[in-house]
């Protein structure tokens, strides 16, 4: 995958939720976004792919958007949404190998039916025993 991290832009914004007088005066929520569009890390296939596999994620304007609050740093949340957007567009981008349908070998079929067989004359035998 293609590091396109010079690409984003950050907004910063004060936290809600509790923290005291911290979250009233610090603007420590950052939000990330990335213009897929007019991305120039990627191929038309791959920015193809990831419109498609984020398009819950991709608003009207083909921003890519990511806020994080987790940390009281500004510092530390940026980093945190970096990471973030990252991981989301690499786990976009991945193709799962296709499965090649394998058939089992014929010492494994005569092995298996052999089994069975002994399992069954062991049952077999079970049930006709005379005391």
Known sequence: MKDFTKELTYKTSRSSGAGGQNVNKVETSVTVMWNVAESEAFSIEGKELIFERLKNRINSDGILQLTVSE?????????????????????????????KPTKPSRSKIEKRIKAKKELSQKKENRRFRTE
């Not at 530390?76 to 991945?94: D, G, M, P, W």
Request: hydrophobic content about 40%; aromatic content about 4%.
């Open 71 to 99: 940390s009281r740093t500004q510092l530390q949340n940026k980093k945190i949404a970096t990471e973030r957007i990252l991981q989301i567009v690499k786990k976009a981008l991945f193709i799962p190998k296709s499965r």
